[in-house]
């Protein structure tokens, strides 16, 4: 179903930048998808001997990164959703737009720079 291009206003972002974020939010959208299906598909056929069972190290690091993977899939689709009603490339701690700069290395970035680094000096 093709996204109608929203204008994100006082974001500062112009239609064609708009564009480039919303493709590559896509891109990691189906990458994350494909990923998971990748991490059920191979867990469900582990390439074990009948009755071996996999180490827990093994185990560790399969879960550690379906869940990374999850965690990064929800913010995508929040910041899809967030440029679909409009509220996209703005910080949510500030108020302020995110430079295009940090949303093109982020897309799903929902803080600016120093707002981040507040943000995680914090925890």
């Known amino acids: ?3 109608q291009l929203i204008d994100a206003g006082p974001a500062g972002l112009d ?3 708009l564009a480039a974020l919303r493709a590559n939010l896509e891109d990691q ?3 994350r998808h494909d990923q998971l299906r990748e991490f059920e ?3 469900a056929s582990r390439d074990l001997r009948p009755g071996e069972r996999a180490s827990p190290g093994q185990l560790e690091v399969h ?3 379906a869940a990374s993977a999850r965690m990064v899939l929800v913010d995508v689709e929040a910041a899809l959703e967030r440029m679909d009603r409009g509220g996209y ?3 949510h701690r500030c108020g302020l737009p995110i430079p295009f700069a ?3 290395i982020v897309p799903q970035a929902r803080y600016c720079g ?3 680094r507040v943000k995680e000096t914090a925890h």
């Open 114 to 116: 120093g707002c981040h």
């Open 1 to 3: 179903m093709p996204h």
């Open 41 to 43: 598909r191979s867990a």
């Open 63 to 65: 879960v550690q990164l």
């Open 102 to 104: 940090r949303l093109e």
């Open 89 to 91: 490339g703005r910080c």
């Open 15 to 17: 239609p064609e930048e």
């Open 29 to 31: 959208r189906r990458f």
